[in-house]
């Protein structure tokens, strides 16, 4: 019985194209935008960078893709209770003095 192409997961029907790198990243991507989208903003920016670091000079179209997921998260709102968020604006403005 042949299994629908629409229905395989995105490593696997990449992998049938000769892609494995692009699917990787396919994974990497929703991995790091649900992280994001979880209030681990900070901590998913984090693994972008190093992710896009990594590949910046061996997979430039990878990094550019990474790249685009960093500018996503840093659109993300910050959690309120991030640790973080005591340096806010007014932790600059001299107002407790």
């Given at each position: 019985?042949?299994?629908?192409?629409?229905?395989?997961?995105?490593?696997?029907?990449?992998?049938?194209?000769?892609?494995?790198?692009?699917?990787?990243?396919?994974?990497?991507v929703?991995?790091?935008?649900?992280l994001?989208?979880?209030?681990?903003?900070?901590?998913?920016?984090?693994?972008?960078?190093?992710?896009?670091?990594?590949?910046?000079?061996?997979?430039p179209?990878?990094?550019?893709k990474?790249?685009?997921?960093?500018?996503?998260?840093?659109?993300?709102?910050?959690p309120?209770?991030?640790?973080?968020?005591?340096h806010?604006?007014?932790?600059?403005?001299?107002?407790?003095?």
């Amino acid at each position: 019985m042949e299994r629908d192409p629409a229905h395989t997961d995105p490593v696997e029907r990449t992998h049938d194209a000769g892609s494995t790198s692009d699917a990787l990243t396919k994974v990497l991507v929703r991995a790091l935008r649900a992280l994001g989208e979880a209030g681990r903003a900070d901590q998913a920016s984090r693994l972008a960078a190093g992710a896009w670091s990594a590949m910046r000079h061996s997979d430039p179209a990878i990094a550019e893709k990474i790249n685009g997921t960093m500018h996503y998260l840093a659109r993300l709102p910050d959690p309120v209770d991030t640790p973080h968020s005591d340096h806010s604006v007014r932790a600059f403005t001299h107002e407790g003095d």
